[in-house]
């Protein structure tokens, strides 16, 4: 391994990562699924009253919205997976400085050490305030 992980370190973050994987992979049918049986969708057809109308939209949104976020979280795992398999996983893709088993075990789809992580958080992670 590139980085410095041990091998058992690697094979147990794998295996973490893949359960995971599993996991969310699960989650999104489920919610999709069950998505398909709410009746908050059914509501939205035959509200009339805009209060109705907001309330099963807003559900209708968080529905996607979980469905998003566990998306997003299953692209990190398969970008952490090929990383391992390229032996680049656990090496901080701004400085190349090893990541550290702590902060991987903590978060396995880390792509950044610590310290480039606060800088990228600073510097690029700020909401944007609108400007004519």
Same mark, same amino acid.
């Given at each position: 391994?590139?980085?410095? !992980?041990? #091998?058992?370190?690697?094979? @147990?973050?794998?295996?973490? !990562?893949?359960? $995971?994987?599993?996991? !969310?992979?699960?989650?999104? &049918?489920? #919610? ?5 049986? #709410? &009746? ?17 939209? @807003?559900?209708?949104?968080?529905? @996607? ?16 997976? !090929?990383?391992?398999? #390229? ?15 702590? &902060? ?7 792509? $950044? ?5 606060? &800088? ?13």
């Amino acid at each position: 391994m590139a980085s410095g !992980l041990t #091998e058992k370190q690697a094979s @147990l973050l794998k295996q973490r !990562l893949h359960t $995971r994987f599993a996991e !969310l992979k699960d989650a999104v &049918r489920q #919610e999709l699924v069950r998505s398909d049986d #709410e &009746r908050y969708i059914e509501l939205a057809g035959r509200v009339h009253d805009t209060g109705d109308e907001a309330v099963a939209d @807003l559900l209708a949104d968080l529905n @996607l919205a979980v469905i998003d976020q566990h998306v997003r979280e299953i692209q990190d795992i398969e970008g952490a997976l !090929l990383r391992l398999g #390229e032996q680049s996983y656990g090496i901080c893709i701004d400085c190349e400085a090893d990541i550290g088993y702590k &902060r991987l075990h903590a978060y396995p789809t880390a792509k $950044r050490c610590f310290s480039c992580q606060a &800088r990228y958080e600073k510097g690029f992670a700020q909401p944007r305030h609108p400007g004519l």
